[in-house]
């Protein structure tokens, strides 16, 4: 019979294996990236740095009963009667018959929901894309001045004189001198100060043209599709530029420039014009994005249901965007969970592949599923071979 | 923690441990060690201190040690059943915690001495656990924390799938018993007259595995065994593991008597002890936060601790009919109290003292998934709410599964049967499941179950999922 206290302090062993499970729950996410790119709660985060992604590749899977079908005994207070309701489905948080507490835990949470930080999941999916076509831009960038204090001498402006390094080489002096490690009996030897250089820098400038067809055939999935696209190539395009600029034009007969809110959330109605888009866009980029100063990349998102008049004119306007633009995008998008080969005759997406003058800085995908939305991301900014 | 309130706890101790000797109570001897809630929550969620690493116990000790932070709950007690036994003080406890903690460890203690489910219990358990832990950390090393890892996932899929009744020896099939027999090389160096000689292919690869065990309840023994694919190391882990559920499944078997009787006990134990009037009142609302109902669901707590104390009652004063009928003496409450604590399990325990009375006072119900939708009281008889708490503890609470052929389609094939007793599996876990299992098996595997009336064999073979 004893009490002891004894140091635990190199007991690690529960965040040891707490590290091995986040390292599974990495892997997890990586092999998963296709249907976290398009998760809700990353999208809608709204600038939420980490967010709660459900992983299923993490359940301890076992032989269990269906929970669901389950009969249970619970308890209640005293007053319960046979066809009382005690909880819905999907609130359910009772236990799995008696005893087995963690067991009802479990029944409950479906599956494991991991917490991620959205840097790094952005980190993860830019890994293999970049930006096409950047360099010839580059060099063209606008040059800026920027001062950087980046040396230290014993020479310099009182003002920028280095307090901290000061007293340190002070108290060096002194025990070397005295024996003994001392402030005090400050020598001009002692003084350090800081200098400055001037650098050039480069910044790099580019402007994403967001275009959308609101048209009364594009539902709220493909508007979902529409915007986690935009969302992530933002980010993307934010780490590669100093500066990225969004211009959000939605059409339907007739295009306009919105607010982003406006772009996400309005539905509209009517038909398909998407040349009124493109020459607006073109527009844009006359007045205020001038082509040798800016990157631009006008991707457009549509279900490809334009007039059958119009795809002329449309043709023609993309033939010009791509002559001014890095790259021209263009996706179209499917109806929801119809991953077979769908497509009205007058479908954009088989004519642009017909009949562009310069594909090469084209790029045309279809999405036809929340999980089409990595692959198009990766065919946008994928590394391509240089024709 | 001052050292002299370890004085104090350390007379608490003393004192504690006299009263429940003269209740009769019969512990192991108790070391306490008062520990810091990160260390705590570690041997909460490995349930042992020492055992092997997996992420599995990362991720409980993460969600544990979350809950604690963020003050949504906290462990008062972890025992463990050695021998001696260890019980462990949360540093940030209460001296009037810690008093109920020891009181409350020692009756777990004595219910694992006591009770016969654990006579077989290996008493140095933390000591072999450590043992396993090292070699699986060698094992690591040699074939890489990966593929231990993977092979970790696997066994874990169907780690409570052994037999409880494991130390029953079992005759053993004549073959593994004739190859025992075989004389071993006489000399030390006998083995190297052999170097020239072409060495037989594994002789357990040709050998069909035996059937007059079949059916066989425990899966990671019969895999260890006869599967036709596993490295001698992995059949080890497995061995290792095997040894270690031996030692959970007791506990499993008897949660809801085990925490009913720690919480009588904590309760008889407190009120012999002079505690203040303001200690009194923190005592009062600590066990009645111990035992009371959560709502909708079991606590297991206060289920055995009201069973305890009708046990105590019906045979204290018992009424005419069990006088006459059953020749109940009066007055043998306890004797009867350490009898169940003794002979009992769980699914005993409930079937035999859950009364009629209880049901009622406890407002027990059955309640089931309607449309879908919502949970519903479905019967409040109370046979029936006995039974159905009876069926759903069997097996403590895991479905039931045994292999009934391991050469199935003369193809060495596993093929697993679901006695089914009125619950479903569930269809995606199982099939997860099965993969697990060929993992380890290496060879198509099969488990046949029934799914709306009708019997359904699920096929896995390394690729492709089937069903007929």
Redesign the interface.
């Known amino acids: 019979?004893?009490?002891?206290?004894?140091d635990?302090s190199l007991?690690r062993?529960?965040?040891?294996?707490?590290?091995?499970?986040?390292?599974?729950v990495k892997e997890a996410i990586k092999k998963n990236l296709g249907s976290i790119v398009s998760n809700e709660a990353i999208i809608l985060s709204d600038g939420k740095r980490t967010v709660k992604v459900p992983i299923r590749a993490?359940?301890?899977?076992?032989?269990?009963?269906?929970?669901?079908?389950?009969?249970?005994?619970?308890?209640?207070?005293?007053?319960?009667?046979?066809?009382?309701?005690?909880?819905?489905?999907g609130q359910?948080?009772?236990?799995?018959?008696?005893?087995?507490?963690q067991?009802?835990q479990d029944a409950g949470g479906e599956y494991?929901e991991a917490e991620v930080n959205i840097d790094e999941i952005a980190a993860l999916i830019f890994e293999d894309l970049q930006l096409p076509f950047l360099e010839e831009k580059a060099k063209k960038a606008i040059q800026s001045k920027t001062t950087r204090f980046n040396e230290i001498r014993r020479t310099g402006v009182m003002a920028n004189l280095d307090k901290r390094r000061m007293i340190l080489e002070n108290i060096k002096r002194n025990a070397r001198e005295e024996g003994k490690a001392r402030f005090g009996d400050v020598r001009k030897e002692d003084l350090r100060f800081k200098t400055w250089e001037e650098t050039m820098r480069y910044e790099s400038n580019a402007v994403v043209l967001a275009l959308m067809d609101v048209s009364g055939s594009m539902g709220e999935f493909k508007k979902y599709i529409a915007r986690s696209f935009f969302f992530w190539m933002v980010r993307f395009l934010r780490t590669k530029y100093d500066n990225v600029e969004i211009v959000f034009i939605s059409h339907h007969t007739e295009a306009r420039e919105v607010t982003e809110e406006q772009f996400f959330t309005q539905g509209e109605s009517g038909g398909t014009v998407v040349s009124s888009a493109y020459q607006l866009a073109l527009d844009v980029i006359n007045a205020r994005y001038r082509p040798q100063e800016w990157n631009i990349y006008p991707f457009h998102f549509s279900d490809g249901d334009n007039y059958y008049s119009d795809n002329e004119e449309a043709v023609r306007l993309a033939d010009e965007l791509i002559k001014t633009c890095n790259l021209f995008g263009y996706g179209e998008i499917g109806e929801e969970g119809s991953s077979s080969y769908r497509r009205s005759s007058g479908a954009l997406l088989s004519i642009f592949n017909d009949r562009l003058k310069d594909k090469e800085r084209f790029v045309g995908v279809r999405i036809d599923d929340k999980e089409d939305v990595y692959p198009a991301l990766k065919q946008f900014f994928g590394k391509r071979n240089e024709l | 923690m001052q050292d002299r309130e370890i004085k104090d706890l350390e007379k608490a101790l003393e004192q504690i441990w006299e009263v429940a000797r003269g209740f009769g109570l019969d512990p192991f001897p108790t070391r306490f060690e008062i520990v810091p809630a990160t260390v705590m929550y570690e041997i909460g969620s490995y349930a042992l201190p020492g055992r092997y690493s997996h992420w599995t116990f990362g991720k409980a000790y993460h969600r544990m040690k979350t809950m604690y932070d963020f003050g949504l709950s906290k462990i008062y007690e972890v025992v463990i059943n050695t021998n001696p036994s260890y019980g462990f003080l949360l540093e940030t406890n209460s001296p009037v915690q810690n008093k109920m903690v020891m009181a409350h460890v020692l009756g777990h203690v004595d219910f694992f001495k006591n009770s016969v489910y654990f006579s077989k219990t290996n008493r140095r358990m933390v000591e072999s656990v450590s043992t396993h832990s090292g070699r699986m950390t060698e094992y690591e090393f040699k074939y890489g924390r990966k593929s231990v890892e993977r092979f970790l996932d696997a066994v874990l899929a169907i780690e409570e799938h052994i037999d409880p009744n494991f130390f029953i020896k079992r005759e053993r099939p004549q073959a593994v018993e004739e190859r025992r027999r075989r004389p071993a090389p006489v000399g030390r160096y006998d083995d190297i007259w052999q170097l020239g000689e072409k060495k037989e292919p594994e002789e357990i690869e040709e050998e069909k595995p035996p059937t007059d065990s079949l059916p066989e309840k425990d899966l990671i023994h019969y895999i260890m065994r006869n599967s036709p694919h596993l490295q001698p190391w992995q059949r080890d882990v497995m061995a290792m593991m095997h040894e270690e559920m031996e030692y959970f499944i007791p506990q499993m078997q008897t949660k809801i008597m085990n925490e009913g009787f720690a919480s009588y006990w904590h309760a008889r134990i407190m009120r012999e002890l002079d505690l203040t009037d303001s200690e009194h009142m923190e005592f009062a609302d600590l066990h009645s936060g111990v035992v009371s109902p959560h709502k909708g669901q079991l606590n297991p707590y206060y289920l055995g601790y009201k069973i305890f104390e009708d046990i105590e009652r019906r045979w204290d004063n018992p009424t005419e009919e069990e006088r006459e009928k059953f020749g109940r003496k009066q007055g043998e409450g306890r004797a009867k109290i350490f009898e169940v604590r003794e002979l009992d399990n769980d699914v005993s325990f409930l079937r035999n003292y859950l009364t009629e009375e209880l049901c009622e006072e406890l407002d027990l119900f059955v309640y089931e998934l309607v449309e879908d939708e919502e949970w519903t009281i479905t019967e409040k008889r109370w046979q029936r709410v006995r039974d159905q708490l009876v069926a759903n503890m069997t097996n403590f609470g895991f479905p039931y599964i045994e292999v009934a052929d391991g050469d199935y389609n003369n193809n060495r094939e596993l093929y697993l049967r679901h006695a089914y007793e009125g619950s479903e599996l569930d269809g995606r876990y199982a099939r997860k499941a099965l993969e697990h299992v060929y993992t380890l098996w290496g060879r198509p595997v099969h488990l046949e179950t029934i799914v709306d009336d009708e019997r359904v064999v699920m096929h896995y073979d390394g690729q492709e999922h089937e069903e007929d």
């Open positions: 019979m004893s009490i002891q206290r004894n635990w007991q062993k529960g965040i040891i294996d707490q590290d091995r499970h986040k390292e599974r993490l359940d301890e899977y076992k032989f269990r009963f269906d929970y669901r079908k389950r009969k249970q005994v619970g308890q209640g207070d005293g007053k319960t009667r046979v066809g009382d309701v005690i909880a819905r489905e359910h948080g009772q236990g799995q018959g008696g005893g087995s507490g067991a009802g494991y």
